[in-house]
Nanobody, 121 residues
Framework: QVQLQESGPGLVKPSQTLSLTCTVS??????????WSWIRQPPGKGLEWIGN???????SYSPSLESRTSISRDTSKNQFTLQLSSVTPEDTAVYYC?????????????WGQGTLVTISS
């Protein structure tokens, strides 16, 4: 079975870069049935899609975050990463990685447990 696990610092200072890693076990991130997503949920707010990376390594991002976001992968470690630069307290959220189906847009089949990242000085 596939499992996803987020990891990275839980506290990031304003203006710095938030970096998280999603480690995938049980399935290769290069399998063409799937794409891989980052989603976040700020306190008291709804889920917000950040971006995707597909099986070939092609990334796409939310327009509101695109200028600050980079999603990449390390196939040797079966991991994909999120980098969000120039963070502010508004970026405080629980961050999730998830797996979606390439040919069923919007269907996120498997989620990690999430990790809280707090932006504070």
């Amino acid at each position: 079975q596939v499992q996803l696990q987020e990891s990275g610092p839980g506290l990031v200072k304003p203006s710095q870069t938030l970096s998280l890693t999603c480690t995938v076990s049980g399935e290769s991130i290069t399998t063409n049935y799937y794409y891989w997503s980052w989603i976040r949920q700020p306190p008291g707010k709804g889920l917000e899609w950040i971006g995707n990376i597909d099986y070939s390594g092609s990334s796409s991002y939310s327009p509101s975050l695109e200028s600050r976001t980079s999603i990449s992968r390390d196939t040797s470690k079966n991991q994909f990463t999120l980098q969000l630069s120039s963070v502010t307290p508004e970026d405080t959220a629980v961050y999730y990685c998830a797996r979606g189906l390439t040919y069923l847009s919007g269907y996120l089949e498997v989620w990690g447990q999430g990790t809280l990242v707090t932006i504070s000085s």
